[in-house]
């Protein structure tokens, strides 16, 4: 059993920053987990927005590349996602996923790559 507890989200101005934090925790959790972050706009599909692997291997939707940054600490099982240059079309339900395969590092995450979801956290963005 796998959670994933995802906190940071709020309502920023264009231009601003917020930093995302995902704790994950349970008994089949390990560190060698693929860990991601995805997004849900209302209306629209969720997509993978950044992904890292075990050996800090990370990627990215081009739509964040160079405002986006993926990180985690792995002795306290968090995962990061620093987010700069925010923009109103980056208004949505933030999600981290988790999951045992490795990541594919040639296009960003796909949501059936990742089994574990935590519940999300809304990121705002006004113009």
């Known amino acids: 059993q796998v959670q994933l507890v995802e906190s940071g989200g709020g309502s920023v101005q264009a231009g601003g920053s917020l930093r995302l934090s995902c704790v994950a925790s349970g008994s089949t959790y390990s560190n060698s987990y693929s860990l991601a972050w995805f997004r849900q706009a209302p209306g629209k599909e969720r997509e993978g927005v950044a992904g890292?692997?075990?050996?800090?291997?990370?990627v990215y939707a081009d739509s964040v590349k160079g405002r986006f940054t993926i990180s985690k600490d792995s002795a306290k099982h968090t995962l990061f996602l620093q987010m700069n240059s925010l923009k109103p079309e980056d208004t949505a339900m933030y999600y981290c996923?988790?999951?045992?395969?490795?990541?594919?590092?040639?296009?960003?995450?796909?949501?059936?790559?990742?089994?574990?979801w935590g519940q999300g956290t809304q990121v705002t963005v006004s113009s």
């Open positions: 890292i692997q075990t050996d800090g291997a990370t």
């Open positions: 996923a988790a999951d045992p395969r490795g990541l594919r590092l040639d296009r960003a995450p796909r949501p059936g790559d990742f089994l574990h």
